[in-house]
């Protein structure tokens, strides 16, 4: 069994911290490459393998979240929308409590979560004008990369409605801080990300419904850049920012969601194509609630896994405060070998923890069957997820 993830990697914190703003700043400034150029440049470099952190003792307020090991396969978590915080709005000791209570949770070879949010140190914004009202823009220092880090993510993706907000320059410097922290990113055009973990693989593909992202709207593109990451990878993880947000929009139906005026996507259709072109799970965040999971072809679809953090920024009323960690293991061949939700909640003011209620459960089993049917994911009172019926 490869050595914990954590410490597989070298460097510490305070190596990290050393990166200063104005160092990140050189490395976006001396690049005459746009985001989507950086982005390729990720691409044609494979990521040095990654190894599995040790399962925690399941409790019974926690559930047992661990999916079983298997010979050759790939451990994964993935979690909902994660927001550091929006300048001049930052939590105490840049943030390096942010993770706390649930760092022992982000376990894996893969650990994936939807950054939305920028992190730069450009001031301004050109997105929302002085009048608007409804409308946001986040971002945090550059150096807040090394708290994703230190948490236990290994990718981040960048395929949503917040990168952008400090435009160009901010999706340069987020790149820029993400790669210095020793962490990927995915989700720009044309972008497959790669990582590999042992003798596997495995590609991550990101999606939203914007031009600074891979198109979730352009569906046969989509299938495309898919069928095309599966003809080398062994296994293929499709991310998608997807649907309208908010507690009224906690089901999905079928057919193109409009949100703000904007289209959101399809994501039932566009989750289907990219499965039936080779992706092995679609793992979903944006709609800042938890949404169904379905089984289709034998893999698994999670349209929305919530909110996980969102410090000062994010509503944590109701079920817009209820998010979790899903954790699923894949063999070699995408085969489904097991897989967890860990109900989590933003605890006051945005910052996440282990649900002792684990409402995320019997939430997500609820609309599961009522959405999806029997294709609808089975969710044990300890958070087991499946096996596959559809």
Same mark, same amino acid.
């Given at each position: 069994?490869?050595?914990? /993830?954590?410490? &597989? *990697? ?23 490459? &746009? ?44 979690? +909902? !929308? ?17 993770? %706390? ?14 950054? !939305? ?7 301004? =914004? ?19 990369? $090394? ?31 993400? =790669? ?20 596997? *693989? ?27 990451? !599966?003809?080398?990878? %062994? ?30 996507? %399809? ?24 949404? #169904? $999971?379905?089984?289709? /072809? #034998? ?15 994010? =509503?944590?009323?109701?079920?817009? +405060?209820?998010?979790?960690?899903? =954790? ?8 489904? !070998? #097991? ?25 997500? *089993?609820?609309?599961? &069957? ?21």
């Amino acid at each position: 069994m490869p050595p914990p /993830r954590r410490s &597989s *990697r070298p460097g510490s914190a305070l190596l990290l911290r050393l990166l200063s703003t104005a160092t990140l700043w050189l490395v976006a400034a001396c690049s005459a490459d &746009s985001p989507v150029d950086q982005a390729a440049a990720q691409e044609s470099t494979p990521s040095a393998s990654a190894g599995t952190e040790a399962t925690p003792e399941p409790t019974p307020s926690t559930t047992s979240s661990a999916p079983p090991e298997s010979e050759a396969g790939v451990a994964i978590s993935a979690v +909902g !929308d994660v927001i550091m915080g929006a300048t001049p709005e930052l939590p105490p000791d840049d943030g390096r409590h942010l993770f %706390d209570a649930v760092a022992d949770r982000l376990f894996g070879d893969i650990v994936l979560g939807n950054l !939305d949010q920028a992190l730069t140190d450009v001031a301004t =914004s050109d997105k929302c004008g002085g009048d608007s009202s409804g409308c946001f823009a986040f971002r945090a220092p550059p150096w807040y990369a $090394m708290v994703l880090d230190e948490a236990g993510f290994t990718v981040m993706n960048l395929a949503n409605n917040h990168t952008h907000d400090f435009g160009d320059q901010g999706v340069l410097d987020t790149q820029a801080a993400l =790669s210095a922290a020793g962490l990927q990113y995915t989700g720009m055009p044309g972008q497959i990300t790669w990582q590999d973990v042992g003798s596997l *693989r495995v590609a991550i593909v990101g999606f939203a419904p914007y031009g600074w992202s891979q198109s979730l709207l352009d569906i046969p593109a989509a299938v495309q850049l898919v069928a095309s990451a !599966d003809e080398e990878a %062994d296994l293929v993880l499709v991310t998608i920012h997807a649907g309208a947000e908010g507690v009224d929009y906690t089901h999905v139906r079928p057919g193109s969601e409009i949100f703000l005026g904007e289209n959101r996507g %399809d994501a039932v259709a566009f989750s289907h194509a990219v499965i039936d072109a080779g992706a092995d799970a679609v793992l979903g965040a944006g709609p800042h609630v938890l949404r #169904g $999971m379905e089984w289709y /072809r #034998g893999r698994l679809i999670a349209y929305s896994m919530g909110n996980f953090l969102g410090y000062e920024t994010l =509503s944590n009323a109701g079920p817009a +405060g209820i998010g979790g960690i899903v =954790s699923l293991r894949l063999t070699s061949d995408g085969t489904w !070998d #097991g897989g967890s939700l860990v109900g989590t909640v933003m605890a006051d003011p945005g910052v996440p923890q282990i649900d002792p209620a684990q409402q995320a459960l019997a939430m997500v *089993r609820v609309l599961s &069957s009522a959405d999806f049917g029997p294709c609808g994911v089975g969710i044990s009172p300890t958070g087991t997820l499946g096996p596959p019926t559809c």
